[in-house]
């Protein structure tokens, strides 16, 4: 909501300044008068205004409050306990046992409720997160093998290997250039059978014939050696080979993630697997059911479900179509032009709402700005194919227009990052930065041997702020973390602002987890205690956020905890959870390198 009024005083000293310099166009001074009239919004304050003038559409009361996270914590928590619970007991749900079988034994309460609360979480980045559901029932409704090549997640899945495929293609194009550039002439002919091998895969398109071109076998060349002259050559070396190993892999990974088992061996395991579906989709149904009911009789509401209802009074349900109703027909004089910022975060829910509109108004203009480097929140149902593919999805007159000057970020980040991308993501671009400053980027390294005596006056400090609050043992890596933290901090005191960033809420230090504003106390405990700097500075000065939260704000010191290898990128178990729902680890990894 701040960043909307922000950029709506933006526009206006824009206008402003427009007509200082062209005094007597009268097109831009009725602008200066338009622009507070002009509706620049969020997302959820757009539906929420939908909801306000139209709650007795939808059976709602006009009374309704915005949840709290932590309400719905505990209510998510208590709810979904009390789901179990009806689960373990009930002799009701069909194929109950199956889906009880899949996880050991019914004592396995914790990977249930991740099951549960990740397909709910699944459903409610769906427009209609009842047909999601029930849609989803029949994924592994499957008889035979022609049954399953057409079967809709089969055919997407295709199109997903065939995408990937290209990537990799383009990838070794790109590497053949750098090869020519590089003095690598004796690696191209390796890279060219690989683009063969490609063009043979890419010759497909369905699964019964991709799965006979990855069967028929998948061979490397190998590349000829190069002794590497100086640095240079070696650097260059080093990279062509991490470039075509990670292609090796993709190439790899989808022949094993994809083709491994035989269809008279995996269509038995979907049908065993149809049933268990079946029951996750009665218990999810159960446990939606009974979170809307308490919601509605605490006169509670998430943005989530603002935008769902927002959605239900733009449309009626026909059969098995959704209409335009009288109020999204009223709707349609109220928008000639659509502008979308953070474009990159875009959702299916998302693309009904403002497709409706542009469905209603076909004379409306749509102008949309987003940053794929910036997608970062597949997480809360984003996903960066309507940014990638957006002339699929909004077909007509497009124009695509590439913005490459970064105006925030000083020219050695923005020179990092560029190499980041095109050395990790294998993307090449001319990104430059408009400031002219340079910069600083540096790595603080923690050494576990690094001596410690408790008895000198500032070391007691630190040790006396990690023992605050707590009765377990403090171990001598945490305290000489907190150091380190503190002396970067105290030495970019000029800075207006200092952003600490982690991955997570919590940080683990040692045997030990504490918040991220714990430590931050603890941070302001030291700093004040060594360096005698004054507590209201530091809080001024100093902020603590998880990386999400942080995007886009800008600060003149960041300082990121525990970039180390299982937390930048975050290693979780409950990536097999996600892959049901057509994710996959190399997708997860992709969105972490961005997040970095």
Known sequence: RAAAGEMKERIAAAIN??????????????????????????????????VKNNFSEIGVEPDL??????????????????????????TDIEYIDEFLGRFESKDNIKKIKTVISSYYSEAQKAPFPEDYLEQHRHDYDVENEEDFSNMPWVTDMCSMILTNLKECQG??????????????????????????????L?????????????????????????????????E??????????????????????????????????????????NALTDITFMYLRK???????????????????ALKILLRKQGNEYIPSQIALDYRSQYKELMIDEYQDFSALFLALVNEIIRLTPQSKLFVVGDDWQAINRFAGAD??????????????????????????????????RNFVKREMYENGEYLAFRKESGAIFRVPICEDEYFD??????????????????????????????????????????????????????SLAKRNMSINDFKSRIGDALCGVYNVNRKVFNQKVDIRTMHRAKGLEADCVIILQADEGIIPRETSEYVYYEIFGDNPQILLTEQKKLF
């Open 17 to 50: 300044k427009a007509v200082e310099e062209n005094p007597g166009n009268e097109h831009l001074q009725r602008q200066v008068v338009l622009i507070y009239n002009a509706q620049i919004t969020t997302i959820d304050s757009f539906c929420l205004d939908i």
């Open 65 to 90: 409050r915005i949840a709290t996270e932590a309400e719905m914590t505990f209510l998510t928590d208590e709810l979904l306990e009390e789901t179990i619970e009806e689960v373990l007991s009930s």
């Open 171 to 200: 990838k070794a194009e790109r590497l053949i250039d750098y090869c020519e550039e590089n003095g690598l002439d004796d690696y191209i002919p390796s890279i060219e059978s690989d683009l063969e091998l490609f063009e043979k």
């Open 202 to 234: 890419l010759r497909e398109d369905n699964y019964s014939d991709i799965r006979c071109a990855f069967a028929e076998g998948i061979s490397w060349a190998k590349l000829k050696g190069i002794k590497a002259a100086d640095e240079k050559m070696k």
């Open 236 to 277: 260059a070396t080093a990279y062509a080979q991490k470039v075509r190993n990670g292609y090796k892999e993709e190439i790899d990974g989808i022949k094993n993630s994809y083709f491994a088992c035989d269809l008279s061996v995996l269509i038995p395991r979907m049908q065993q697997s149809s049933k268990i579906l």
């Open 291 to 309: 979170l809307e009911e308490e919601k509605r009789r605490r006169k509670l509401i998430t943005f989530a479900d603002i935008e769902h209802m």
């Open 384 to 417: 960066s194919k309507y940014f990638e593919e957006f002339e699929s999805y909004f077909a007509g007159d497009n124009k695509r227009l590439e913005i490459s000057t970064n105006y925030r970020c000083a020219k050695k980040i923005v020179d990092n990052a």
């Open 454 to 507: 408790k008895e000198d006056k500032e070391n007691k400090i630190y040790d006396e702020c990690m023992k605050k609050d707590y009765n377990g043992d403090v171990y001598k890596q945490e305290k000489i973390y907190l150091k380190k933290v503190v002396q970067v901090i105290y030495e970019n005191l000029d800075s207006e602002r200092i952003m600490i960033l982690h991955r997570n809420n919590d940080i």
